[in-house]
Antibody
Framework: EVQLVESGGGLVQPGGSLRLSCAAS????????MHWVRQAPGKGLVWISR????????AYADSVKGRFTVSRDNAKNTLYLQMNSLRADDTAVYYC?????????????WGQGTLVTVSS | DIQMTQSPSTLSASVGDRVTITCRAS??????LAWYQQTPGKAPKVLIY???SLDTGVPSRFSGSGSGTEFTLTISSLQPDDFATYYC????????FGQGTKVEIK
């Protein structure tokens, strides 16, 4: 069974940092592009980052560019999101998601999400 | 960024109803469109990709159509599990989502 499990969320003060992890199992992780998508409380879905299968070509939404860094460890089947200079509007559930196929940029499946709350 | 606009924002329907949700793109996205279903407290789940391809395991009452800038998701006969929020998402360029359509019980 394909499974994605996020961890690392929590409460952080504005300006602080947090690193999210996404542990993958049930598929050959190194063959797939991976994504991060977030959802603020009661709001819609927003794509924020992707990384290709070998980790060389990350991409970011403008809202997080320069503050967030996506990476992966294919030996550990794990995706990461380093979040720096966090702001209140970064408060959201963060989902990792596998790419549909070959860099198609649709998402299947998704992890269960991890909540990040930025507040003093 | 390509803007995605869904209509309606909320839809009230009964079990057995035929339901149609529309998604419009601010520019042509060919058929690079996916549809997702999300129930409260859960992660989204893909239903349709490439505008009309049904994902594995998705019931055949769901169908997608369209190309260019206008797309539809149709549920042929609404079931109790289908009361949820639905999102369209384009992937012609960096991914963007519609604002969502909540399907609620009439």
């Amino acid at each position: 069974e394909v499974q994605l499990v996020e961890s690392g969320g929590g409460l952080v003060q504005p300006g602080g940092s947090l690193r999210l992890s996404c542990a993958a199992s049930g598929f050959t992780f190194s063959r797939y592009w991976m994504h991060w998508v977030r959802q603020a409380p009661g709001k819609g879905l927003v794509w924020i980052s992707r990384i290709n299968s070998d980790g060389i070509s990350p991409a970011y939404a403008d809202s997080v560019k320069g503050r967030f860094t996506v990476s992966r460890d294919n030996a550990k089947n794990t995706l990461y999101l380093q979040m720096n200079s966090l702001r209140a509007d970064d408060t959201a559930v963060y989902y990792c998601a596998r790419d549909g196929y070959g860099g198609a940029n649709w998402f299947d499946p998704w992890g269960q999400g991890t909540l990040v709350t930025v507040s003093s | 960024d390509i803007q995605m606009t869904q209509s309606p924002s909320t839809l009230s329907a009964s079990v057995g109803d035929r339901v149609t949700i529309t998604c419009r793109a601010s520019q042509s996205i060919r058929t690079w469109l996916a549809w997702y279903q999300q129930t409260p407290g859960k992660a989204p789940k893909v239903l349709i990709y490439d505008a009309s391809s049904l994902d594995t395991g998705v019931p055949s009452r769901f169908s997608g159509s369209g190309s260019g800038t206008e797309f539809t998701l149709t549920i042929s006969s609404l079931q109790p599990d289908d009361f949820a929020t639905y999102y369209c998402q384009q992937y012609n360029s960096y991914p963007t989502f519609g604002q969502g359509t909540k399907v609620e019980i009439k």
